[in-house]
């Protein structure tokens, strides 16, 4: 069974950074992996993905500002966040997608970004 465990979300003011994690168990991290997000009233978004080769995309918002990456070894996707904006105040989930997209295939329960100005 495919268990997804995220972590690192919290309150921050405008400016600041925090580096989500992603704990897997039952799924190859060599995989694709994503982050998205949903705040409230708003569609879910995909925010940063990493491919089977390394290669990474980011959504134009983020550019610059987030960083996504993993350790295969330890299968946890991290997400670093700086630079952080009210309007990126959001759930954040961890996903394995399928590659070349955001389409998740397994996904986590999130946590909680809140970002004050």
């Known amino acids: 069974q495919v268990q997804l465990v995220e972590s690192g979300g919290g309150s921050v003011q405008a400016g600041g950074s925090l580096r989500l994690s992603c704990v897997g168990s039952g799924y190859k991290y060599s995989n694709c992996m994503a982050w998205l997000r949903q705040a409230p009233g708003k569609e879910r978004e995909g925010v940063a993905r990493?491919?089977?080769?390394?290669?990474?995309f980011y959504t134009n918002s983020v550019k610059g500002r987030f960083i996504i990456s993993k350790d295969n070894a330890k299968n946890t996707l991290y997400l670093q966040m700086n630079s952080l904006k009210p309007e990126d105040t959001a759930m954040y989930y961890c996903?394995?997608?399928?590659?070349?997209?955001?389409?998740?295939?397994?996904w986590g329960q999130g946590t909680q970004v809140t970002v004050s100005s």
């Open positions: 990493i491919d089977s080769d390394s290669g990474t």
């Open positions: 996903a394995a997608v399928h590659c070349g997209t955001f389409a998740r295939r397994y």
